[in-house]
């Protein structure tokens, strides 16, 4: 059993000698995203995904307010599925979507929407992540409430990148997404 344990830690070990940083479910270990906005330099490139949600989301969020104070600049896509603005069960999770997405734009953020059907897969996993580019110099990726990674491989870091980059040249801005609901739901 200790052989095996020091075998583990030897890997997670190699892991972090190689640029991969992994919570690996526990929460204790999970990325701080408040911790990780207020070491943002120049730029924060981010998915949000309509249902997701974050610990210590307020202090994340002055964090970040701080920052694009400071001249960082923080571009956010938010993705929703087509169904959700018109459906009447989902319409108080929308609202508060709006609202969040409102006070991100107040705040300096360049925020655009983007349906979760119109999404382009340019990653390894091929599915829609949550994820930032962090300064150009690394990925920080979420999955659930507890899994988290940070990446910093060249190939990583191209692919989120451009996985980010043609989602947000199509990705809708609010004024675009309030037309886009008007026109829809009139005819």
Same mark, same amino acid.
């Given at each position: 059993?200790?052989?095996? &344990? +020091?075998?583990?830690? /030897?890997? #997670? +070990?190699?892991?972090? #000698? ?11 270990? =999970? ?5 990780? /906005? &207020?070491? @943002? ?5 981010? *998915? ?9 989301? %307020?202090?994340?969020? *002055?964090?970040?307010? #701080?920052? *694009? ?7 956010? +896509? +938010? ?21 969040? =997405?409102?006070?991100? *734009?107040?705040?300096?953020?360049? %925020? ?6 119109? !999404?382009?897969?340019? %990653? ?14 690394? @990925? ?20 989120? &990148? ?5 989602? !947000? ?5 609010? #004024? ?12």
């Amino acid at each position: 059993y200790k052989h095996k &344990r +020091i075998l583990e830690y /030897m890997e #997670e +070990i190699r892991k972090l #000698e190689s640029g991969q940083v992994s919570s690996d479910g526990l929460l204790q270990n =999970a990325v701080d995203l408040s911790d990780l /906005m &207020r070491k @943002v330099k120049k730029q924060y490139l981010a *998915i949000r995904l309509h249902d997701e949600t974050y610990r210590n989301e %307020t202090s994340y969020k *002055i964090a970040e307010q #701080e920052r *694009i104070s400071e001249g960082v600049k923080v571009k956010r +896509i +938010i993705t929703l599925p087509q169904s959700m603005p018109n459906d009447p069960v989902q319409q108080p999770a929308f609202d508060e979507l709006l609202n969040k =997405a409102k006070a991100l *734009i107040k705040m300096g953020s360049e %925020t655009r929407f983007l349906f979760v059907e119109q !999404w382009v897969a340019s %990653t390894k996993s091929r599915q829609l992540e949550c994820f930032a580019v962090v300064d150009g110099e690394y @990925v920080y990726r979420k999955r659930g409430d507890t899994h988290s990674q940070l990446l910093t491989g060249n190939d990583d870091l191209a692919s989120y &990148r451009r996985a980010f980059e043609v989602n !947000w040249d199509q990705a809708m801005t609010l #004024e675009e997404l309030n037309h886009v609901l008007t026109t829809s739901s009139v005819g």
